[in-house]
């Protein structure tokens, strides 16, 4: 990147000095209805020594949120890139990444609206990339109160359980688990990130940072932790949770409870699918346990939509090919 700053057709410009050490990261966020929520935690972010690009994706929900975002963009000269439709978490990264890689980045650090991470550890997360560009690299993440949220997972395939990998029990042999990390906060390198062609948009949320680093580790590339560095993040900051209690959205029982049969109808053997999809009911049940027993009392928003994840989710392991 130059300077003075890439220019993309649309004439905004992407900051950044040529000579400062992080001036080819892009950091990408897609935002639905929560511009103000980008604004605040992308400032976090950046401070006063990112020298990159910021690429915000706006995934349509109304005139009014399109214009609000449009105007963060502008006093922040970060480029925005307007979608037309609401195209999902993988969607909203890949029209993203796509700016990015345009005007000139190398690697692209991966942001949750309701994320931040200092700009030193972002440098460190960089660094490390720019050595190992095969590697897909995420921080420790935790939650405001300092509680770990995320660090690497083992998902088990003969249960699909997820575990935290440093509690793996003993006897598990790596070729039991795939292990991911959290798309709240992750970096990679553009050549990893068109080598294995981004996010596969047919989870539209949830799971498809599972399977992005599945896919990494398939096409000879690492999933790794720097517990050197650390995100923030406030869970549920956009859709995850509604009001006060532990209750979770609608959309997030469906997606999860469907993703996971996605996932195993694209990755695992007949066996382990069938396995999967026994346990679909419990597993969804579970899910729903996240929230809190208090709201199964409004089986509507949640009970409902678990359900009709296991059902879409066992349709689409028999369409399997």
Known sequence: MSGDGARPED???LTGPPDAATSSVAIVVVNYG??????????????????GSVVVVDNFSSDAERQAVTEVCSRNTWLLVPSEVNSGYGGGNNLGVRAAIAAGATEVL?????????????????????QQPMTLLAPLVVR????????????????????????????????????????ACMMLSTRLWSHVGGFDEAYFLYWEDVDLCRRVVLAGGDVAVDESCTAVHDEGGTHGFEGPSRAKSPIYYYYNVRNRMLYAR????????????????????????????????????TVWPALRGVVHGWALLRSRG
Do not use: C, K
């Open 11 to 13: 004439g905004t410009r």
């Open 34 to 51: 929560a511009s103000a929520m980008v604004e605040g935690n992308l400032l976090r972010t950046v401070g006063d020594g990112f020298a």
């Open 110 to 130: 991966l942001l949750n609206p309701d994320a931040h991470i200092g700009t030193d550890d972002l440098a460190r997360l960089q660094q490390r990339v720019r």
């Open 144 to 183: 405001p109160d300092g509680r770990v949220y995320s660090a690497s997972t083992d998902l088990h395939l003969r249960t699909g359980e997820m575990l935290a990998t440093r509690r793996r029990p003993g006897g598990v042999r790596d070729s039991d688990v795939h292990v991911w990390v959290s798309g």
């Open 266 to 301: 694209l990755h695992l053997p007949a066996r382990d699918r069938r396995r999967w999809a026994l346990r679909a009911p419990l597993v969804a049940y579970r899910i729903l346990l996240q929230g809190g027993r208090r709201q199964l009392v409004h089986p509507g928003r």
